[in-house]
């Protein structure tokens, strides 16, 4: 009889990310029922607020605003930070797929709200499409309802700016970097309302400021640049449904007629609209970024194969399920004493035993550190520059030859001695030019010799002006060989430095941090977590398996761990002391004039963590299997470098 096959991992966290999805999509409908309510007509007590009613579908009109919010950030979510190198390389990777669909959904978004909002307006308000007129006189288009929803959109281009700029696509899972005494949690992850208890005054404060900037600058952008563009559009809509005079296809007057009125109407409007975009975009991250439980028990407890569906996660290509399966490994490994035995004792499954599938998997995650490391070390050859090839050369029918041949051999073999006084002199005389071509420096003689030879030179050929520029940088002269220096920021020419320096250059600086991040941690995005929660299984694992694993397997791979932690952490320390050089573009990078500026600043905050997670981790190893290192196969050699690596030089008699 065949074996069923394991939910997947995907189906189960799409079930969850749903639930949260649909507790997010409540709260957002509620802020767009209090701004139905701000907005709306109070000519009626009661039916101004009455949910079943003009306010009710009111909501359910301003709730596709915030539904549109939700759709762009369920199709470009992601977890990790961004780790591109610098801004340029960071605009490649959004455009044209992130960049397109960021704006275009943000500005469909402030269409829809703007509309509404016309709608919802009273009449003493003016916001009507057209001005009807006299009886004797053709309809005329209203500027007051062009001019605001203008402004709503150069709202949404300024929300999608700081979208994309902020990345609010990010899925914040906050890493710890040690466990305090109450809280012993790998990603202490606050509860929704704390969460958005915390948050949402200054959502709210962030939203109307913005507006109010946005509203104080929009009547000169308008009237400048886009009134006539805005007022054509308007109308080639407009004459569907109504006859317009041929006047009408100009703006009246030279100044559109905005009151003080329709000013403080588009501040509150403005601030409206943020509020129901900076709410979903709270509501989202706050719901999605929960932990991977369930009524208090991991995903895949419900799941009549959990350690397959969970194996199914951890092998996983995509980000966002790879991240919360090895999350929900680590809440295992803590937490879950019976999920623990049964990892333990899930020994006869198609591909290895359970805890084999998972030692292989987070050692794929871990070991990942050290391959784009040596990635970077030594490029492969398809990256490293082509010697261009030789052409054959054609064969030359050259003269009968006069002498004999060269002398085959060793052409770097030392000379006999001579024997003659002749030779013997010709030798010290050899040696001694030799010296002097080879010398690092030269000899004051010779160095003013030299100086004087350039100063007649330099007098005969150059004018005193091209003179100076030339050769005022330096009194001394420089030796005709030599390696040519390395190029650093700080021999970037000064005006170039200062071009890095400013708004200009940021675009295409490379700070050490950004690098550090591209290599250690992935790109395009941080893989921080699954590293993390990797190396915390596996150790809170392999502890746990002295009391809970009955078949005594699991303590076999104790070595294996051990050198996989100790090798990526030598690594990884020694790469990050002095194996990534400083990018000649990093101007803000501390001078070499300063050691402990230039060791601070080689400290990334996300790095330090996995160095953390692995010298906490490696030091529990060897503490908790200290007695039992011979038994279990730990030479002397790994316990001497694991020792080292941990910082636990002094604690030799814990593993005697």
Known sequence: MAVARPRPYRRILTSALHRRFVHASALSLLVCYIISFVIGEKTSLFWSWFPIGICGFRTILLFVSSLVVFVLRVGQMHIGTRTTTSPITTFKHLFPLHIVQTFGWYMFSAWWFSEVYVWSAPTSA????????????????NERPIYLHTYHMLLAIVQAVFHLYCD?????????????????????????????????????ITGFTRSAIIAAASPFIYSIFLRRVTWRFTLYFAKLFWNFSRSSAEPPGLVPPLGLSLLARSVISGGLLLLCWQTSNLFFTSFIGKEPLKRGQPLTAEAKDPNGSLLNGLMAKKEVVSTFAFWELSFISQRFPDRRKAIFSDIDREGGAAWSQILTASTETIKGITTRIDQHNNPPSSQRPVAPAEKPQPVLQTLPRLTDPPKEGNFFAPSPKGTSRQERFGEALSSTAKAYGKSADWTPTARARARDAFERASSAVLSPERKQKLLGSSSEPKLLTGPPSARTPESLNPLLAQLLRSPLGHPVRQTYAQRLSNIVLG????????????????????????????????????????RLFTHTLLTLDAFVASGLDVHWSDVSFPPSSQPQAQALARRVPDVDLVLDALRSSLSELLVAFGPYARDIGLVEKDLRLAREAASLVDADDVFR
């Not at 710890?176 to 915390?198: C, N």
Request: aromatic share 4%.
């Open 523 to 562: 790109r395009p995005y941080a893989s921080l977590c699954p590293i993390v929660d990797a190396i915390e299984s596996l150790t809170r694992l392999l502890i746990a398996s002295l009391a809970e694993d009955q078949y005594g397997k699991v303590q076999a791979d104790v070595p294996h761990v051990v």
């Open 168 to 204: 609010y696509d990010r899925i914040t899972i906050p890493v710890a970097k040690g466990g305090s005494a109450a809280d012993q949690r790998t990603h202490p992850v606050e509860s929704v309302s704390k969460r958005i208890q915390r948050t949402l005054p200054r959502v709210i």
């Open 126 to 141: 003016n916001l009507g499409w057209v001005k009807p007129g006299r009886i004797n006189e053709r309809p005329s288009l």
